[in-house]
């Protein structure tokens, strides 16, 4: 098998061959290697590589399979993780100088059931500061560069892993989502980012941003891809020693069910206002897909959602500021240019504003779910900009000129202050061959029906089977 003119290189397609050893882990394993070595100088998208681990890994997986043991759809695949996860004698810097040489002694609670469903570790991937920002512009280990065009961010705070997704130097990454951040990456790279519903993926061993916000989900290329990750790092807080979770739940099963008679809401106000006319209408047309396929649209209205913005950004304040109070205290020089000025704000905020933003989010929360009593998903823009330039502060989308960060975190926030799951597929690209994002919100606990929506929609369109070329342009 020839996999440098491979187009279509998923898990889904991948596991079979492994299983059927027509291609052997060691081979996979050393392919990605190759592609990380020849790639990374101009992307940027790992803070450490593990390869001497990988290889060994891979030789492990091979002899399993070779007997006859094959632990399923993951065994034998190479992965990567954003630098916040911890990796037992691998460093997890959470992208900052202050842990630069940190070693965990042991793994996130996800990673272990990762290993036990035998992938294989290529490196673990740049981020934005502790995961506090959405451009992946970081000062200690440099900006990850965007696959589709090297000038421009990849998104953030995960945005090594989709870049690494995107350029094809894994087969998959998981990243965290606090107010966009598995979305905003996913969108602006062309890759498939899935936030699953609050509570559902363990945080145990993870770096947190906010407490009360973080999620932990998958990057990868499809929505078949992100199912069968999904099934393996969902499940209650603490598994048994050495064992994938089980929690019951098989993200595949109802993947090819089509959408016929699935009821999509889409928000004419908010979620369609000031954004960049090629992802409205690129957008509409994802919309207008569906629609074809069986599903039927409905306007929505939503209310709040100006609030919902700002209170994810109180909330995500006051918890930053909480778990990095004593690096405030003893090392604030040790943090980046970006990050003292929001950690000075967070030392004047009263209890008082934390804990009413809390309280208007359970209020807004409700009224956001009672949408979900007329429609079975949300379909709306991820971004309402396609990736901007690195270095880049304000974007001017029609006549309306707003900070690049307020603008990539606009369309993601509500997900993480309803905790309800989200999707972010590609539904095109804008003029400029940079990719645009459609978002599917769900009910809570209800990533099949998600899962089932996406995947019905790659299969009418070709979005997830283009890659980015070997040599992206460099200019604007």
């Known amino acids: 098998m020839n996999l440098l003119n491979d187009k279509n290189l998923t898990i889904a397609r991948i596991a079979p061959l492994l299983r059927r050893r027509e291609i052997s882990p060691v081979e996979l394993t050393e392919y990605f290697l190759e592609r990380i070595d020849r790639l990374q100088p101009s992307l940027n998208a790992f803070i450490t590589l593990t390869k001497d681990r990988a290889r060994n890994q891979a030789r492990q997986m091979e002899k399993e399979i070779l007997k ?24 997890t810097t959470g992208g900052s100088k202050i842990l630069r040489n940190f070693i965990p002694k042991e793994n996130a609670v996800v990673v272990d059931r990762l290993f036990a469903a035998g992938s294989i570790l290529l490196g673990k991937t740049n981020l934005h500061e502790f995961a506090y920002g959405v451009t992946n512009v970081n000062p200690h280990y440099g900006p990850a560069h965007n696959p589709w065009n090297l000038s421009r961010v990849t998104g953030g705070s ?52 906010a407490f009360s916000l973080d999620h932990v989900g998958p990057i990868c290329r499809c929505a078949e891809d992100a199912a069968l990750l999904l099934g393996v790092i969902a499940g209650p807080e603490a598994p048994p020693p050495n064992r994938a979770a089980k929690n019951g739940i098989s993200y595949t099963h109802s993947l090819r069910q089509g959408v016929r008679g699935v009821r999509v809401g889409i928000p004419q106000q908010y979620f369609f206002d000031h954004l960049q006319k090629e992802v409205r ?7 207008a897909a569906l629609e074809r396929l069986g599903a039927k649209l409905r306007e929505v209205e939503l209310k709040g959602m100006k609030e919902m913005n700002q209170l994810v950004a109180a909330i995500t304040l006051g918890e930053a500021v909480a778990y990095h109070w004593k690096w405030l205290r003893t090392r604030a020089e040790d943090y980046g240019l970006d990050w003292r000025p929001r950690l000075a704000l967070g030392k004047r905020q009263k209890t008082i504003e934390y804990l009413q933003a809390q309280e208007r989010r359970r209020l807004l929360t409700q009224s956001f779910i009672r949408v979900f009593e007329s429609v079975d998903v949300l379909a709306t823009p991820t971004l309402p900009i ?14 309306r000129t707003e900070s690049v960060r307020a603008a990539l975190l606009r369309f993601t926030r509500a997900g993480n202050l309803t905790g309800l799951p989200v999707i972010a597929i590609p539904c095109g690209y804008s003029s400029e061959n940079l990719p645009v994002g459609l978002q599917l919100f769900g009910r809570r606990m209800d990533e099949a029906t998600l899962l089932r929506v996406a995947y019905a929609y790659e299969q009418a369109t070709p979005w997830h089977t283009i890659f980015p070329p070997e040599s992206p342009p460099s200019c604007r």
């Open 281 to 287: 209408e690129l957008a509409l047309k994802a919309c």
């Open 158 to 209: 995960s945005g090594g892993s989709a870049a690494a997704v995107s350029a094809g130097l894994c087969l998959g990454s998981l990243g965290t989502d606090t107010g966009g951040s598995i979305r905003i990456p996913s969108a602006a790279c062309g890759v498939v980012g899935l936030k699953p519903t609050r509570g559902l993926v363990p945080l145990q061993g993870v770096i947190p941003l």
């Open 386 to 399: 396609v990736a901007p330039v690195i270095g880049e502060e304000e974007v001017k989308v029609g006549r």
């Open 68 to 91: 006859g043991r094959y632990r399923g759809a993951l065994h034998g695949i190479p992965i990567t993780l954003k630098d916040l996860f911890h990796t037992a004698g691998v460093r």
